[in-house]
């Protein structure tokens, strides 16, 4: 089991910046991609970024490109999301999510994150 605590998010006006973390404990040592999602009010849960816990490979929804950049600290088990130039549709709770190495399909997730973006 790996258990999901997200922080950082919060209220910023369009334009402005956030620094989303997620930390994991648990079964930490069978980690092999964690992800942010975001699901917006009356909208289906979207798929955000996310990075291979080990090699650091990265993948972005289009949506995100060039303002999101996620990033992992092995050393902490603590993945972040840094969004950057953020805009009213960005308003969202986000969530992170793990896969582990042997189903390497996101079974682990956080309660979530609230970002709101105003205007």
């Known amino acids: 089991q790996v258990q999901l605590v997200e922080s950082g998010g919060g209220l910023v006006q369009a334009g402005g910046s956030l620094r989303l973390s997620c930390a994991a404990s648990?079964?930490?040592?069978?980690?092999?991609?964690m992800g942010w999602f975001r699901q917006a009010a009356g909208k289906e849960r979207e798929f955000v970024a996310a990075?291979?816990?080990?090699?650091?490979?990265?993948s972005s929804a289009d949506s995100v490109k060039g303002r999101f950049t996620i990033s992992r600290d092995n050393a902490k088990n603590t993945v972040y999301l840094q969004m950057n130039s953020l805009k009213l549709e960005d308003t969202a709770l986000y969530y992170c999510?793990?896969?582990?190495?042997?189903?390497?399909?996101?079974?682990?997730w956080g309660q979530g994150t609230q970002v709101t973006v105003s205007s």
């Open positions: 990075i291979n816990w080990s090699g650091g490979t990265t």
């Open positions: 999510a793990a896969a582990d190495i042997w189903n390497r399909v996101y079974e682990y």
């Open positions: 648990g079964r930490t040592g069978s980690m092999y991609r």
